[in-house]
């Protein structure tokens, strides 16, 4: 049972490079949530999707951008990575049911120098 | 715009002893959520809390939603090692029912 799957693990950027994080989730969800964590700072959304095909801002957007082309899967790109998106990245899912558990992947840590 | 507060942020109890963690949102909500983090891994969930005056128990853990104060609580009763970790509140606001976090607790408990 994968449930919600985050791939790469870790990852080491250069100030500048891009990259992409992959989510997939097998539960058949319609909801997906990308967060990052800070320390002291709790986990803050980054972006989300209601559906495939759809996708909007969370409270700290500039620098990412998402796509969910499929409904299993859902993107995160840095365009242009610095070292202030140095983080734990994790990716969340769930069904649109209001009594909906959110289930959270593994993380992916990224590192930025 | 959603502010979902926890306190304390650092908790140090004694083995056998009861606390509780407080979380306080800012605006309407009827859905909020706790969620257990152990070091390095990802996020548990707890409990889901729906409606105003629940409560739910689990081991020695409970959690109660009051919704007319915008407070939720999670009880610990007769603490114990293995429940050392950082537990967050999350608030569902927003007309797409974005999941809101508070900054965490995090809980020691020494023996």
């Given at each position: ?22 989510c ?89 120098v | ?9 650092f ?48 081991g ?18 007769a ?33």
């Open positions: 049972n994968a449930g919600v799957t985050q791939t790469p693990k870790f990852r080491v950027l250069k100030t500048g490079q891009s990259m992409t994080l992959l997939a989730q097998d539960m058949n969800h319609e909801y997906m949530y990308w967060y990052r964590q800070d320390p002291g700072m709790g986990l803050r959304l980054i972006h989300y999707s209601v559906g495939e095909g759809t996708t909007a801002k969370g409270e700290v957007p500039d620098g990412y951008n998402v796509s969910r082309l499929k409904k299993q899967n859902f993107l995160l790109g840095l365009e242009s990575a610095a070292p202030s998106q140095t983080s734990v990245y994790f990716c969340a899912s769930s069904f649109r049911d209001p009594r909906r558990t959110i289930y959270f992947g593994e993380g992916s840590w990224l590192t930025v | 715009e959603l502010k979902v507060e926890q306190n304390p942020l908790l140090s109890m004694q083995e056998g002893k009861n606390y509780t963690i407080y979380c306080n949102y800012s605006t309407t909500s009827d859905r909020l959520y706790w969620y257990r983090q152990d070091p390095g891994k990802s996020l548990e969930s707890l409990f889901v809390l729906l409606s105003n005056g629940a409560v739910k128990q689990e020695r853990l409970m959690a109660s939603l009051d919704t007319k104060a915008r407070l939720s609580t999670l009880h610990i009763t603490a114990v090692h293995d429940l050392s970790a950082t537990y967050f509140c999350a608030v569902v606001g927003g007309s797409q029912g974005n999941l809101i976090f508070g900054k965490g607790t995090k809980l020691s408990v020494k023996p």
